[in-house]
């Protein structure tokens, strides 16, 4: 109705998922490319959860379109199935013909399939859409799939798309052995107000539009408090939001014309989904944290230019600017700074428990402290120059390992960890360090996880919290909006 008033070609907020539209801020390009590297890389069931609306479904239909060719998706839209109806939809994936076939057999002959795939140099993936609504015997037939193997390779990958709830359900003691095998959580976080409004315009370029920004700031902090940050309540509101402005001949979005479309929405802040799940924060932010390393590898080494979406480390967040919003979208309350610390000995408690003690051990509503002018205490002179022996990552290696050995410093600033050591990976951030001219001040550091090696990522070394604290706010901006910093502790 209102196409040609605007100059769109289409509607630009359907909230049928359309490829075409899938926008990669906020995490979304960063997970997807997690995603594609995880399936094709790396063994282990992959989890990724979201709040309804925050554009699962989007993301799991970019995924199809993007895996590689010898990647072969299985992919089930219907989580609703029984043990038996779910062997039955994998064998159709497979071209089996297992029609009343026991299910001995079935498991069998999906087996002989997936072998003959596995010689063919192929990978087989079952995509899980809405997995939060599986049975729970159904998720247990899933694991017993994954089991499935020749040798050491694992003949089947799993994906599990599903709303917080999931998370809720591995969590139970029958769960175990299957939540034990999800080795990447991905969390699809809320938009904040200052990405919705590019949100926003992408839509509206993405269906033919051509002119200058028509929402309002007061219009678009409107959309983010109603919407919570969730994309298909956006689309809903802004679709409306068009057709009230389309009514009054205008061109504008404005706050009256929001409004009209709230109430026809019937949406306010009384229905936010997220006010009834604070206690989630904690399990929403660890599973950001596992992922840690991998997104920022996956960027490439010539891209400093541009932003990552992604905020993710193996502690406590830190509120950043990149994700202030959407902590306070989640909690209802505003937020300036939050801050963690991490001991130096905390490498044999697992990265998510450290997460979850550490955040709830500070309640956000009555702990988080305004912000303070930068505190001007000097940094310990520890930094150690790259002496052109040896890659990056050996050389800032061996000073990470003088850094702890000196006793000079205090505390330094984390930025991810890896629970696995890659120096092909850290040679890449490394470099990029290096091209922003803060080489010198990255300190690479061994650690253990669970019993593994793995290894730490440093940023300079200070002679107390408080001067980590103020060289937090001092940091480049780049590490700011892709690293959600903590303390970490050298004593």
């Known amino acids: 109705m209102y196409l040609e008033h605007f100059g769109l070609n289409e509607q630009p907020f359907k909230i049928t998922p359309v490829t075409e539209f899938f926008f990669s801020g906020a995490n979304r390009k960063e997970i997807l490319d997690a995603l594609i590297y995880s399936i094709t890389e790396v063994e282990g069931i992959i989890k990724v959860s979201g709040e309804v609306g925050s554009g699962k479904t989007m993301l799991c239909r970019m995924l199809l379109e993007q895996l590689p060719p010898h990647i072969e998706p299985i992919y089930l839209a219907n989580p609703s199935l029984s043990r038996e109806e779910m062997l039955y939809a994998i064998a ?282 930068p505190i001007t205490t000097a940094p310990v002179n520890m930094i150690l120059p790259a002496t052109g022996k040896g890659s990056l990552y050996e050389q800032r290696l061996a000073a990470g390992k003088q850094l702890l050995a000196s006793h000079k410093a205090v505390a330094s600033l984390q930025l991810f960890y890896n629970e696995t050591i890659s120096p092909k990976r850290m040679e890449g951030f490394l470099q990029r360090a290096d091209d922003l001219g803060k080489l010198e001040e990255i300190y690479i550091v061994p650690a253990k996880f669970n019993g593994k090696d793995g290894l730490r990522a440093l940023y300079g070394a200070y002679p107390s919290i408080e001067a980590a604290k103020a060289a937090n706010k001092q940091m480049p901006q780049r590490y700011q909006e892709a690293f959600a910093t903590t303390i970490y502790l050298l004593e």
């Not at 040798?151 to 809720?168: A, D, H, R, T, Y």
């Not at 678009?220 to 109603?226: N, S, T």
């Not at 509120?319 to 909690?331: C, E, R, V």
């Open 92 to 373: 159709d994936g497979l071209d089996l013909n297992v029609e009343h076939e026991r299910i001995g057999v079935m498991m069998q002959n999906i087996q002989n399939k997936l072998e003959g795939r596995a010689r063919e140099g192929k990978r087989v993936v079952v995509l899980v859409d809405e997995a939060h609504a599986m049975p729970i015997d159904t998720l247990e037939e899933l694991r017993l799939l994954y089991n499935l193997q020749v040798g050491s390779f694992k003949l089947l990958q799993i994906v599990l798309f599903g709303q917080p709830e999931l998370n809720v359900k591995l969590d139970q003691p029958n769960m175990r052995q299957l939540k034990d095998r999800i080795v990447h959580n991905f969390n699809m976080q809320p938009l904040s107000r200052d990405i919705l409004q590019n949100y926003l315009m992408f839509r509206m370029r993405k269906a033919g539009y051509h002119g200058p920004n028509i929402f309002s700031p007061a219009a678009i902090k409107l959309i983010a408090d109603a919407s919570v940050g969730l994309m298909r309540r956006a689309n809903v509101l802004a679709d409306k939001a068009l057709l009230a402005a389309f009514v009054e001949d205008t061109h504008d979005i404005e706050v009256r014309h929001v409004q009209a479309a709230m109430k026809d929405s019937e949406l306010d802040s009384k229905h936010n989904p997220l006010n009834k799940r604070n206690t989630y924060i904690a399990a929403a932010v660890a599973s950001v944290l596992l992922c840690a390393g991998l997104l920022w590898f996956l960027a490439p080494s010539t891209s400093t230019n541009e932003q990552a979406s992604v905020t993710a480390s193996a502690g406590v967040i830190n509120a950043t600017q990149s994700i202030a919003s959407p902590i306070t979208a989640l909690t209802g309350a505003p937020v300036s700074a939050v801050m963690g610390v991490v001991p130096a000995n905390s490498a044999a408690l697992p990265a998510a428990t450290l997460a979850a003690s550490a955040f709830t051990a500070a309640p956000i509503a009555a702990t988080i402290p305004s912000r303070a002018e």
